[in-house]
T-cell receptor, first 113, second 112 residues
Framework: DAGVTQSPTHLIKTRGQHVTLRCSPI?????VSWYQQVLGQGPQFIFQ???????GRGNFPDRFSARQFPNYSSELNVNALLLGDSALYLC????????????FGSGTRLTVV | DAKTTQPTSMDCAEGRAANLPCNHS???????VYWYRQIHSQGPQYIIH???NNETNEMASLIITEDRKSSTLILPHATLRDTAVYYC?????????????FGTGTRLTVIP
């Protein structure tokens, strides 16, 4: 069974550009969460989607948006990229919106130059 | 969710038990203790969780004090592949977003 898959693995963008990151959860998992991990820090929560609805949002500006599709895959969009958006973006899935460990993907390394 | 406090770094000899402490003195009765680890350049990996009782699985054991104000993650026979950052998280399942709050964790280095 495939784990959580994220694409692309690495990405370089210029300031001001837009980026879309993609995540496919484990088959059967209905909850998808996005995290940002800046170098040297722990992951920070950005969004959670469950059953295609946004269930929570972290302290991130409106430049960050996400959605979840009928097949439970998800996209994270970031507009007007800043140098500070350079980070590892992690996607995690969970079968239910509750107990149990989240399964994380390996992440997308975004570099903004 | 309650804040957790962990040592910044620890070393452990290969083959010995690694005992990683975590303080969560403000934990509430319905908050679970979760442990994740992150090996360099990978996503965090779930290890174990518990509420009151000690727990054991194929990866580790979790010892929670009776007052629930602290816990210890035990890797019984540390290997070089256990070198990672270990995160202790106090987490309450709620009706809204179920987001995990990662602190800075403990960097465990297993020494040959």
């Amino acid at each position: 069974d495939a784990g959580v898959t994220q694409s692309p693995t690495h990405l370089i963008k210029t300031r001001g550009q837009h980026v879309t990151l993609r995540c496919s959860p484990i088959s059967g998992h209905k909850s998808v969460s996005w995290y940002q991990q800046v170098l040297g820090q722990g992951p920070q929560f950005i969004f959670q989607y469950y059953e295609k609805e946004e269930r929570g949002r972290g302290n991130f500006p409106d430049r960050f948006s996400a959605r979840q599709f009928p097949n439970y895959s998800s996209e994270l969009n970031v507009n007007a990229l800043l140098l500070g958006d350079s980070a590892l973006y992690l996607c995690a899935s969970n079968p239910i919106r509750g107990l149990g460990g989240y399964t994380f993907g390996s992440g997308t390394r975004l570099t903004v130059v | 969710d309650a804040k957790t406090t962990q040592p910044t770094s620890m070393d452990c000899a290969e083959g010995r038990a690694a005992n990683l402490p975590c303080n969560h003195s403000t934990i509430s009765g319905n908050e679970y203790v979760y442990w994740y680890r992150q090996i360099h350049s990978q996503g965090p990996q779930y290890i174990i969780h518990g509420l009151k009782n000690n727990e054991t699985n194929e990866m580790a054991s979790l010892i929670i004090t009776e007052d629930r104000k602290s816990s210890t993650l035990i890797l019984p026979h540390a290997t070089l592949r256990d070198t990672a950052v270990y995160y202790c998280i106090a987490w309450r399942v709620q009706t809204g977003a179920n987001n995990l709050f990662f602190g800075t964790g403990t960097r465990l280095t297993v020494i040959p």
